[in-house]
């Protein structure tokens, strides 16, 4: 402590000894030299007034009357408000109402668009026109006096008097209740509201030889074209049997099913190889079906307008040819012991042919495109025929007496399909409007209406072989399982994906113990899932081009068909 105490003095006479010292009255004054420049004398009084006058210059917004500017100003001056405060709502000056032009405002400098648009016009048409500049005329002068010196949109004096005599002229000679009369013709041309309002109609003239000619051609064309638009294309019914014999040496027909064809076990597998080809058709297999329930012989429908049915179990051979359309053949459907069978073709035909003897029993149309046909699985009711149409209609015929007794019209696009359901009391149809409906029967009012905005067209439906699914193959890729039971509800812990099927309408079908759903695509795979998991169990690579139909063999359990655009049908 005494330390910092010493220490403490010691600085404080330092500061002391430091300071000037005062001085006293014996000490002499300081002299005081004046500095000497030998510059001249300047007065420097303007060039202070000019550097102010620069700087005041710089701070204060530009006058607009000024035509010159006398320095560089900065962009802040340029942009600065004229007079008052800055626009709160200007980006650079101009108010927002104020510009017509992204850079701000322009101004019409010296003639106005309509101006500018009579004076082009005239020109193009007279060839003439004023001169913006001053009161003088350029181009054609002769015509130029020749017309006055109009312009297109002017009419000349003369022209607007005339125009006005006249009129009033007319309403001198009118009866004032005609014009109160709409029935009149007076009242239309004062009321017109088009240049073609109100005219008269020429009076109706003899018509001269060639024109009554022609008029009749024309009329009966008309009709033929009404006729054939109304019935289907009519083509001459031809069949040909291939086989060696129509009956064998006991006398039973072709078509009869085998003694010994029967179920060999209850389990099915899926195919691993193929055993054979049949190839007929000259272009692409639309479908194929297998005779009912004994599947001893083959139903194929071509797109080179023929139907064939080929032996399963023998010769493997083409046993007969049906000729009936004109046209590709989209659907075929037996009836239920197969002695009959129905086609659909694009000629507008359904027809319905013995089996046997290939003779065409009716032919129905409505003069639109069956999709698909179906007879009523019940026995008693083999004699109607359900057709789902390209005009969104169902229609129902009797075949005994060719009568359309009922029409279901409640789709909003082409019907698809066509799948009986709940013993045959109901069925369900699909169609292009990507929704499915349920249908009683015989009553043409939808009881079930199912349509999601996700949902996609179901061209094609299978029923699974307990009755309680139907299988519907949806054009996003994936088969759909929906339940028939009251609710026709839509299965979604089932689905069945893998293939590609978008834009082609495959078939899809099951095997006949309800184990595996099988279905073609549109890479000519042939896909097999398991029902219980959902899984691929097995691809198969069956055609070029597209495989549109898969059928299961129904007795022999491991046998499979499919036919595609290829124009073959293969076995499994």
């Not at 626009?87 to 104020?98: R, S, V």
């Not at 016009?121 to 109009?150: C, E, R």
């Not at 209740?177 to 009076?203: C, F, Q, Y």
């Not at 086609?343 to 999709?371: L, R």
Request: proline residues 5%; glycine residues 6%.
């Amino acid at each position: 402590m005494d330390s910092l105490q010493i220490y403490a003095n010691n600085s404080d006479e330092e500061d002391l000894s430091h300071q000037p010292s005062t001085p006293s009255a014996d000490s002499s004054p300081p002299r005081l030299i004046p500095s000497k420049s030998a510059a001249p004398k300047v007065d420097d009084t303007m060039l202070a007034l000019t550097a102010a006058e620069a700087r005041q210059a710089q701070s204060r917004p530009i006058d607009p009357t000024q035509h010159v500017v006398a320095f560089n100003p900065t962009y802040d001056q340029l942009w600065a408000p004229t007079y008052g405060p800055a626009h709160p709502y200007a980006k650079d000056g101009i108010a927002q109402g104020m510009r017509n032009h992204k850079l701000g405002f322009v101004e019409d400098a010296s003639i106005d668009s309509f101006v500018f648009d009579e004076q082009y016009n005239t020109f193009h048409k007279y060839g003439y026109a004023a001169d913006p500049s001053g009161s003088n005329y350029i181009g054609d002068l002769d015509a130029l006096q020749k017309n006055d010196a109009i312009s297109v949109y002017n009419i000349p004096q003369n022209e607007q008097k005339k125009r006005k005599i006249e009129r009033e002229k007319d309403e001198d000679e009118v009866d004032p209740t005609e014009i109160d009369n709409p029935a009149t013709d007076v009242w239309l041309m004062k009321n017109k509201r088009s240049p073609w309002a109100g005219k008269k109609e020429g009076v109706q003239t003899e018509l001269t030889e060639e024109q009554k000619k022609y008029a009749e051609e024309y009329a009966k064309k008309k009709e033929e074209k009404g006729h054939q638009g109304e019935k289907g294309e009519h083509v001459v019914d031809k069949t040909t049997f291939h086989g060696k014999e129509e009956r064998d040496y006991q006398g039973r027909s072709w078509i009869a099913p085998p003694k010994d064809a029967k179920a060999t076990n209850d389990h099915c597998y899926i195919p691993k190889r193929l055993v054979h080809t049949w190839s007929g058709h000259t272009k692409g297999v639309s479908a194929i079906r297998f005779f009912p329930k004994y599947g001893h012989l083959i139903l194929s429908a071509g797109m080179d307008t023929k139907v064939k049915i080929w032996d399963v179990f023998n010769s493997g051979k083409c046993m007969r040819t049906y000729m009936g359309h004109s046209k590709a053949v989209r659907d075929i459907s037996f009836c239920n012991d197969g002695t009959k069978f129905l086609t659909a073709g694009y000629d507008k035909n359904i027809k319905y042919w013995d089996t046997e003897t290939g003779q065409v029993i009716s032919t129905f149309s409505t003069g639109k495109i069956p999709y698909v046909v179906k007879l009523n699985p019940d026995e008693d009711k083999q004699n109607i025929l359900l057709a789902g149409m390209s005009d969104k209609k169902i229609v129902q015929w009797d075949i005994n007496t060719g009568q359309i007794t009922q029409e279901y019209d409640q789709h909003l696009g082409a019907v698809n399909t066509i799948t009986f359901v709940d013993n045959n009391r109901r069925f369900v149809t699909s169609s292009d409007d990507k929704s499915l409906r349920v249908w009683e029967f015989g009553i043409p009012v939808v009881i079930k209406y199912i349509s999601e905005p996700h949902m996609h067209s179901m061209p094609s439906i299978s029923l699974h072989p307990n009755t309680n699914w139907l299988a519907a193959q949806s054009l996003d890729n994936q088969i759909l399982i929906y339940s028939t039971r009251e609710r026709f509800q839509l299965n979604k812990k089932k689905r069945f994906a893998g293939h590609i099927v978008a834009g082609y309408a495959c078939q899809v079908n099951f095997s006949p113990d309800g184990r595996f759903v099988m279905s073609g695509d549109g890479e000519g795979k042939c896909w097999f899932w398991d029902w219980k998991s959902c899984k691929v169990f097995r691809t198969l690579k069956c055609h070029e081009g597209v495989c549109i139909g898969c059928e299961w063999h129904p007795l022999e359990q491991s046998k499979v068909a499919t036919c595609g655009w290829d124009g073959l049908i293969k076995y499994w």
